[in-house]
């Protein structure tokens, strides 16, 4: 590992969710180089740069080979610690370690299944890279492969986070009109706009719900699209509420408990509510056209560091995620 980086998801795996498996190292997101190849590896070598991922892709599976889905059947998404054959490839002074997800990135080496690897141009950025494999890329893809934002519609955003930022870029780019960014913290509205936010709303600012924040400015209406990205229970139901009636479309990322209650009402008048890991995107096939807007400068993921330490720090993190500025922790190993 050269570098990784910080998601929320790590704080969810610091407090025992999904699966209280411990002693656990962290991370999944982040940027490495090849140092050997096992029995049976092809289309790897040795000093290659690569991104480890926490979704496969095998492209002969069912639904690797469709379009309606991008979790992978023959190498699946895995919650409980361990590599695919239920052993781990870690241990702390003899006891056994647990992975998070197919990898664990804090750390100065790991060892992955092939198939949750993604090679990339040496000549990238680095700390670019290491904010691909989770974060931006899965707000970024929700709105171009789960929600398939049309040109000139609107969209609402739930939380400013990395997920959240990459949901206003991808709108921005796939042609909404109205991007409305909605965070109880001000700080989050330049980096909104910074990525093509056209609205701010700032919950705490008004007596009134988010939902009839969000439908003042469309006319009453609501948006085309809603992207609740931080799993508070409350605001999944202010997201199914601020879309339009009959058409509305509201894509879940964020998770902070596993049961909530949602408002069946708001449903059952026409709207569509789909839950999204890693945005719906193929790690083979669609981080490749991502990372070339970021190389081709469409999208400026150097806007989204706000702060760098350590590996010896890393302990560090959940502290710094309480900073108001915060958006996303660069780890230099």
Known sequence: MLYASVCRTDLLFANGFPIPAFPRVMGHEGVGVVESIGEGVTGLREGDLVIPAYIAECKT??????????LCLKYPLSYNGLMLDGSSRMSIRGQTAYHAFS?????????????????IDPKTPLPDASFLSCGFST?????????????????????????GLGAIKGAKSHGAIKVIGIDNNPMKAAKGRAFGMTDFINPEESDKSIAELVKDLTAGMGVDYSFECTGVP??????????????????????????????????????????????????????????????????????????????????????LLKQPDCVKILIKI
């Open 61 to 70: 599976c069912e639904t690797c080979m469709s379009e309606k889905t991008n």
């Open 103 to 119: 990898c664990s990135t804090w750390c100065q080496y790991l060892v992955i299944n092939v198939n949750f690897l993604i090679k």
């Open 139 to 163: 707000g970024y893809g929700a709105t171009w492969k789960e929600a398939m934002v049309k040109n000139g519609s609107s969209v609402a955003v739930f939380g400013l986070g990395a997920v």
């Open 234 to 319: 409350p605001l999944i139901n202010q997201a199914i509420q601020s879309t339009k009636l009959g058409t509305g479309k509201i894509i879940q990322m964020g998770v902070e408990e596993p049961n909530v209650n949602i408002n069946i009402i708001g449903l059952l008048v026409g709207r569509t509510l789909k839950g999204s890991i890693f945005g719906g995107l193929k790690a083979k096939t669609d981080l490749p056209i991502i990372y070339s807007k970021c190389k081709n400068r469409e999208i400026q993921l150097d806007e989204l560091l706000s702060h760098e330490i350590k590996l010896e720090d890393v302990d560090k993190v959940f502290e």
